[in-house]
């Protein structure tokens, strides 16, 4: 008798296939909504660190808050999964907090998860709780920037700076007078989202394009067009070409071609006394700038 041959049926693979299909088509998802939202929080489970993976979680973040907080707390604390994942993770979960009907449970998992010893959690649970309004995270968070890690740290002062509490600004500035160079380089990047505090955030980077750290003026001049317009700076970066960084000196050049060459008349001179500039991209960014002023 011929014994009968036994086909192996790959659940994991039918249910990745599925996944994909609606990972790349948005109506098709809304179309089998009720039978798609189980299937793609079964294949986050057989999914790879990738592409597909990434898109089921912004998927499933997008439509389905409720049902994937939780797996989506579950890869932020999962070791075995690649940063970014873990990292997209926390961000997602930032994003549906406020849609949570009882978010309480998944905070307090979080808020403990900021004194775990595992600097890794730390970043990801204070990133994921940093969402606006979140006011019983806010003193846990500023604990965090004294931490020993700097990317905790780093992570603290984005999650303070998105809840949206003019509070911290001040708390900010301090921590730029008294904390370590890459605490400064976060707060730095993180300041102009306090909308209301403009002209003061204004007022620190052009103290920052001063600083003896060549790291903290180029961030500085890269900060300012977000609390300034071109023109309002023709001084600052005036003064910039005479940075002995060579990054800010040609930084500085691409900035003021943005403005009207009308307003560049007293910096001619100096342009060209760029062309003879020991660094190429300084020489190419004042040829730039004097066709332009002569066009």
Not at 27 to 50: G, V
Not at 61 to 85: C, H, M, N, T, W
Request: charged residues 30%; contains cysteine.
């Amino acid at each position: 008798m011929q014994t009968a041959k036994i086909i192996k049926f790959d659940h994991a693979t039918r249910i990745l296939r599925k996944a994909s299909s609606y990972a790349d088509s948005v109506d098709l998802f809304l179309e089998e909504q009720d039978q798609a939202i189980p299937l793609l929080l079964k294949a986050l489970q057989y999914a790879k660190n990738d592409d597909r993976k990434k898109k089921i979680m912004l998927l499933l973040g997008s439509f389905a808050k409720e049902e994937v907080a939780r797996p989506l707390y579950k890869i932020l604390k999962d070791s075995s999964q690649d940063e970014d994942i873990r990292l997209l993770a926390s961000g997602q979960l930032c994003t549906i907090f406020r849609s949570l009907r009882t978010p309480e449970p998944l905070i307090d998992n979080l808020l403990e998860d900021l004194e775990n010893p595992d600097a890794e959690i730390r970043t990801f649970a204070a990133s994921a709780l940093g969402w606006k309004g979140n006011h019983r995270a806010a003193i846990p968070l500023i604990s965090l920037l004294y931490d020993p890690d700097p990317y905790v740290q780093q992570s603290a002062v984005s999650a303070l700076s998105n809840m949206g509490d003019d509070r911290i600004f001040n708390l900010f500035t301090d921590r730029l007078e008294h904390g370590s160079i890459e605490q400064k380089k976060s707060i730095l990047f993180n300041l102009w989202l306090f909308e209301s505090r403009k002209k003061e955030v204004a007022t620190i980077y052009r103290r920052y394009l001063r600083h003896k750290n060549p790291e903290l003026r180029m961030d500085s001049l890269v900060l300012m067009e977000t609390v300034s317009e071109p023109d309002e700076c023709i001084e600052i970066y005036g003064r910039c070409l005479q940075d002995y960084d060579s990054r800010i000196r040609a930084l500085a050049l691409k900035y003021l071609s943005e403005v009207p060459k009308k307003n560049l008349t007293g910096l001619k001179k100096t342009f060209e006394k760029l062309l003879s500039d020991p660094d190429t991209e300084v020489r190419r960014e004042a040829f730039k700038i004097l066709r332009l002023c002569r066009a």
